[in-house]
């Protein structure tokens, strides 16, 4: 599922571009503020209908501008599809094959992205939300049907807190309790799944970029050793006093682990990237066994933050992949780009290839 053209309008300071692209590799170079990252922001809004750094996605359009518009031609399954992305007076509108979509699961059937990029770190050092986003991003990639689980489980836990901070209790709070256990076996069950199949892959990989053993662990929201309901009911109390249901899915984390020793405390920055790094690959290769595509991955500057050795192991692991990879530096000088493949210089706003 190769992106074999790129054409984008408006796109924080992408004025015009318009690129053909390499079905294997492709780099980027470029000074600060020239556009390396806004060029992959677009890939990736093609990819899911939305910005992979600021949840508003019109903060995107270029200042001065009305609205945004990334254009992609896809190779999938033999075809040519056509994705077309565009924000206006407000309205996102996503087009495939000139047909209005209904979102982000179509997009992900054609052109399947991951990223890799400078906030990469958070995934080690923020908060169990960033965590569960991962967990459910690889979900959603390789389970269809994920992503209406997944809504289903947030609506029904919301009524329930809604009926919690009515002060509902006994059996008018069973009728709202429920649907949200329905739900949350349903969450739990794919994300256990999928984890299981995860961590061996994380092992593999971290053991190839950091010569150490990283594992992880998934921790589904509840106390060990009970049932979500039990938990539920053990709960009880704090839930009705503070209107908000305590236990379940929604505050599942993922325990990362290196020399058997949390990470989220002990690794280093770089050392936090390069875990960061393992967690996404092994992903990706997750999603190329479960659906036997390859999918697009965006690599923002790989060599911050990393010594020559991380580096080249990393990049060593990238070379293994069936993906479509995007890779941008600050210049040839930091990442050397490998021969035969197109790069792109990035400069004020514009992207040319070079010669
Ligand atoms: N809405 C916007 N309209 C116009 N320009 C914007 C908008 N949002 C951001 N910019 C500018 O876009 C420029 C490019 O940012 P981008 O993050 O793509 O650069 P970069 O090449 O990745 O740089 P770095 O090497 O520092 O990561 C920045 O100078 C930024 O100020
Ligand atoms: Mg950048």
Not at 53 to 59: G, N, P
Not at 251 to 275: E, F, N, P, Y
Not at 282 to 303: E, H, I, K, M, N
Request: charged share 25%; proline share 3%.
């Amino acid at each position: 599922m190769p992106l074999e053209r790129l054409q984008i309008d408006s796109v924080r300071c992408l004025q015009a571009v318009d690129v053909e692209l390499d079905p294997r590799r492709n780099y980027l170079f470029g000074l600060n503020g020239a556009g390396k990252t806004s060029f992959l922001e677009s890939i990736f809004l093609l990819g899911r209908g939305r910005s992979f750094r600021t949840r508003q996605t019109a903060r995107l359009v270029r200042r001065g501008s009305d609205g945004l518009t990334v254009y992609g031609e896809v190779r999938s399954s033999g075809r040519r599809r056509r994705i077309g992305v565009s924000l206006g007076g407000g309205e996102l509108k996503i087009r495939i094959d000139g047909e209005a979509s209904l979102g982000m699961s179509q997009l992900a059937e054609v052109m399947a992205v991951h990223v890799m990029g400078s906030k990469l770190h958070r995934l080690i050092e923020a908060g169990p939300s960033e965590r569960r986003r991962y967990v459910d991003g690889g979900v959603f990639h390789v389970e269809h049907g994920y992503l209406e689980i997944w809504r289903h489980y947030r609506r029904v836990l919301g009524q329930r807190n809604a009926a919690l901070k009515r002060g509902l209790s006994g059996a008018p709070l069973a009728v709202w309790t429920r649907p949200v256990l329905a739900a949350a076996e349903a969450v739990h069950a794919a994300r256990q799944r999928y984890t299981e199949e995860l961590s061996a892959l994380v092992e593999q990989v971290g053991g190839r970029l950091l010569d150490r053993p990283l594992r992880i662990v998934y921790r589904p929201g509840w106390r060990q050793g009970v049932s979500l309901e039990q938990a539920l009911r053990e709960s009880l109390e704090r839930d009705t006093r503070t209107g908000f249901t305590q236990v379940g899915p929604h505050r599942a984390d993922v325990d990362i682990r290196m020399d058997a020793g949390s990470v989220r405390d002990h690794a280093s920055r770089g050392q936090q990237k390069l875990i960061a790094a393992a967690l996404v690959l092994a992903q990706v290769r997750l999603f190329g066994q479960r659906t036997g595509r390859g999918g697009l991955l965006l690599v923002d500057d790989p060599a911050a933050e990393l010594d020559a050795e991380s580096l080249a192991r990393l990049m060593a692991e990238l070379e293994t992949l069936a993906t479509q990879l995007f890779l941008t530096g600050l210049s040839d000088q930091a990442l050397r780009p490998r021969k035969g493949f197109p790069v792109f210089h990035v400069e004020r706003g514009q992207v040319e290839a070079v010669v």
